[in-house]
């Protein structure tokens, strides 16, 4: 099966035609809309630091659609300290209509072919057109494999971008054959969305632009990927967090959350929301908030900050480390946070706890996209991306505060390190997350279930205190506490029904992710010992 994977950031802006000017149009010029797409991305580079691009819609250009694309940070494809060359870029692209994209994969690396929009060139301007989505397609094997029984198709590169392309391009040929036949507009891009989706099961959010200067939006029947949009007078904009419209100048009160299998439509300057596929249930992915949103950001109405402060005090509501050191009376019990993601929660819990929260590790934020000597392994660059303070840590307790454990390679070299710089007397680990047990199919990079550190210990079974220790002694912990999935949806404050958190208690929200997790615990036998968790009675492999 591909693991091929990409969690991305996807933003729209359409000036919409008709004679009043956005106040947020540069220099008042509706055209020079698209020159705001950077900035949002910007805004967005938490979910993609890989490679980044644009495509933009101008009439009164030959390249009706144009597309720029590169691999990199949002910086340095577009240039920004360069200003310059920055402007020449803005300048080539502009228009009153783009969509744009940040990629973060596990596959296609560093090959520019792979960045996003993936725009279509046609002689019909109709057919010609570009996309770009966030998420993942978990029957992404199947849908290959039917299209490649055909011996007249090809599919040149290992990502389901290919998929999308393929069924949006027959879905145009389809719709517009259907409808120059029944003399209506050619523009039937609700069902280009409904017949493209129709075969997709997974997790996404598409963002689509063609030569006509007709747009769509959509989001999946689940709704699993955010998406949030305004309409501000005649300004149109869409991103895959809020933070990228709210650092836009838009009214916070004027953003929207498109529901699960909705659509939006821009056709002929009109805008139209829809219910474009039925959706029977809701699973919006907890880990955004979580891990994976930017702290400023609100998904679904909830605010990732108030949902991270939330899991902070359940932390602290389960503590039962003593406030005050038996042994010497000292009060020398701090809060660590594992910058950036577990800030919030870590100042939430050391706020109830009345203990004070210090930055002892500092993030080595430059370190990431390099290739330094000495940092081949995982480990190495785990041991490289934190830089313990000894000035803080050193004598004391420390409550460490990070936001999950997969595999589990970052924590047991960032704990070693902790304590050969650091000195501290005792590291308990608190995580704000439940123990990881499944893998993600639906665009979230976590590795196979033999990978997963927790499965290891868990077995299928629950979370017991003599597990939490077995797993803190491998990990080089004095204690280690997660916190449990009953508290997900209280902190992220949507029912549990609404909430993906598969990867958490193996309950996948529709039938591939269901199919691939049966198959994927089938295929792991730990130290060949029986595998508890794998309810397929029909095979025995793992109990021989
Ligand atoms: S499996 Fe986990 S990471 Fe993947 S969508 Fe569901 S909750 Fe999110």
Not at 57 to 71: A, F, M, S
Not at 78 to 94: C, K, W
Not at 284 to 289: D, K, L, P
Not at 318 to 339: A, H, K, Q, S, Y
Request: hydrophobic share 40%; aromatic share 8%; with cysteine.
């Amino acid at each position: 099966m591909s693991e091929c994977r990409d969690e991305c950031g996807v933003v729209v802006l359409y000036h919409l035609p008709g004679g009043e000017v956005s106040p947020l149009a540069p220099d008042g010029d509706p055209n020079k809309i698209s020159r705001l797409i950077p900035r949002m991305l910007l805004d967005l580079q938490n979910r993609g630091q890989l490679a980044a691009g644009i495509t933009v819609y101008n009439p009164e250009k030959n390249n009706i659609l144009n597309t720029y694309k590169d691999v990199g940070m949002v910086t340095e494809v577009f240039q920004l300290s360069r200003r310059s060359r920055q402007q020449q870029i803005l300048n080539q692209y502009e228009g009153p209509a783009a969509i744009g994209h940040v990629r973060y994969a596990t596959c296609g690396g560093d090959d520019p072919n792979y960045a996003q929009p993936f725009e279509r060139k046609h002689l019909r301007r109709y057919k010609w057109f570009s996309f770009c989505f966030n998420g993942q397609i978990a029957n992404y094997q199947k849908l290959r494999d039917k299209i490649l029984d055909d011996p007249t198709a090809h599919l040149s590169r290992d990502t389901d971008a290919e998929l999308f392309l393929y069924y949006l391009s027959t879905a145009i040929a389809y719709y517009n054959k259907r409808n120059a036949a029944d003399q209506m507009p050619p523009a039937d891009l609700l069902g280009v969305f409904q017949e493209a989706c129709s075969h997709f099961d997974g997790a996404y959010t598409i963002a689509y632009l063609d030569a006509m200067g007709n747009l769509f939006v959509g989001r999946d029947p689940q709704g699993m990927k955010p998406l949030c949009y305004s309409i501000d007078g005649p300004l149109f904009a869409a991103a895959s967090e809020s933070n990228a419209l709210l650092n836009l100048g838009i009214d916070p009160e004027k953003i929207k959350y498109l529901g699960a299998g909705e659509l939006i439509t821009i056709i002929n300057g009109k805008v139209e929301i829809r219910q474009a596929i039925p959706s029977t249930r809701r699973a919006h992915c907890f880990f955004e908030w979580i891990y994976f949103a930017n702290v400023a950001s609100t998904l679904e109405t909830r605010s990732v900050y108030l949902a991270r402060k939330a899991l902070g005090e359940v932390l602290a509501d389960m503590e039962d480390v003593p406030l005050v050191n038996f042994g010497t009376g000292e009060r020398d019990l701090i809060v660590v946070p594992v910058p950036d993601t577990s800030k919030a929660a870590a100042a939430a819990m050391a706020y109830k706890l009345g203990v004070p929260c210090l930055e002892g590790l500092i993030h080595n934020r430059y370190v990431g996209r390099t290739f330094i000597e000495g940092g081949k392994s995982r480990m190495d660059r785990a041991r490289m991306k934190y830089t313990p303070l000894r000035e803080v840590l050193e004598g004391k307790r420390i409550l460490l505060v990070d936001d999950s454990i997969v595999r589990s390679t970052t924590m047991v070299a960032m704990l070693k390190r902790i304590r050969e710089v650091g000195k501290p007397k005792e590291i308990h680990v608190r995580i704000t997350c439940p123990p990881v047990i499944a893998p993600c199919f639906y665009g979230v990079d976590m590795p196979t279930v033999g990978e997963l550190f927790a499965p290891q210990f868990l077995r299928g079974g629950p979370n017991t205190a003599e597990h939490g220790a077995k797993m803190a002694e491998v990990l080089g912990a004095d204690s280690l506490r997660f916190i449990p999935v009953s508290s997900i949806e209280s902190c992220v404050g949507l029912p549990k029904k609404d909430l993906c958190c598969a990867c958490v208690d193996a309950e996948y929200p529709t039938p591939e992710g269901i199919e691939r997790y049966r198959y994927a615990l089938n295929q792991v036998a730990w130290n060949g010992a029986p595998n508890d968790a794998c309810k397929n009675d029909h095979c025995n492999c793992c109990r021989k």
